[in-house]
T-cell receptor, first 114, second 112 residues
Framework: DVKVTQSSRYLVKRTGEKVFLECVQDMDHENMFWYRQDPGLGLRLIYFSYDVKMKEKGDIPEGYSVSREKKERFSLILESASTNQTSMYLC?????????????FGPGTRLLVL | GENVEQHPSTLSVQEGDSAVIKCTYSDSASNYFPWYKQELGKRPQLIIDIRSNVGEKKDQRIAVTLNKTAKHFSLHITETQPEDSAVYFCAASKGGSYIPTFGRGTSLIVHP
């Protein structure tokens, strides 16, 4: 059973702080993703990674960066948090092996920036 | 890039009724169409998917239909139950990209 975990369920930060959100998957998946979920806007892709040290911008990368130093771990970094980054952040992983394109999501981190 | 539109944004039904959620996509190269269910406070989970070489797929009370010509696909839930209440997301992706574009979600409410 695929397990995707995120470092925090809830996080409160101040404007201007540097914020790290971490995601770990235990299924040796090559692909990892960071999404932002806001009411009425669905799931919007921030960044994704096909492999270690690889990263690609998604639809809304501004204000974010990522790091993937190990295959199982994908970190989302807010260099200087702003109030408009208050949101639910979801990590996901998938594997190109076989024909499955299923995304496995983490439980989410609800971030509040004051 | 791909654009996926999903309707309705909210759907309220009585227990036992059927529910239909519709999505349209813009990129004719898209060939994989998953549906995810997100219960309140939980993570999205895949409930059913369909590929472009198939017109319909069924799994117990849920089914998905695909019309490639019109570029739309739909989720059908029959005999709805209160536990079907959730937000449902459709998505579309091109084969090999593994990067889905999601619709904005439909909040389904099933009244007992």
């Amino acid at each position: 059973d695929v397990k995707v975990t995120q470092s925090s369920r809830y996080l409160v930060k101040r404007t201007g702080e540097k914020v790290f959100l971490e995601c770990v998957q235990d299924m040796d998946h090559e692909n990892m993703f960071w999404y932002r979920q806001d009411p009425g806007l669905g799931l919007r892709l921030i960044y994704f990674s096909y492999d270690v040290k690889m990263k690609e911008k998604g639809d809304i990368p501004e204000g974010y960066s990522v790091s993937r130093e190990k295959k199982e771990r994908f970190s989302l970094i807010l260099e200087s948090a702003s109030t408009n980054q208050t949101s639910m952040y979801l990590c996901a992983s998938s594997s190109p092996a076989g024909s499955s394109e299923t995304q496995y999501f983490g439980p989410g981190t609800r971030l509040l920036v004051l | 890039g791909e654009n996926v539109e999903q309707h309705p944004s909210t759907l309220s039904v009585q227990e036992g009724d059927s529910a239909v959620i519709k999505c349209t996509y813009s990129d004719s190269a898209s060939n994989y169409f998953p549906w995810y269910k997100q219960e309140l406070g939980k993570r999205p989970q895949l409930i059913i998917d369909i590929r472009s070489n198939v017109g319909e797929k069924k799994d117990q009370r849920i089914a998905v239909t695909l019309n490639k010509t019109a570029k739309h696909f739909s989720l059908h839930i029959t005999e709805t139950q209160p536990e079907d209440s959730a937000v449902y997301f459709c998505a579309a992706s091109k084969g090999g990209s593994y990067i889905p574009t999601f619709g904005r979600g439909t909040s389904l409410i099933v009244h007992p």
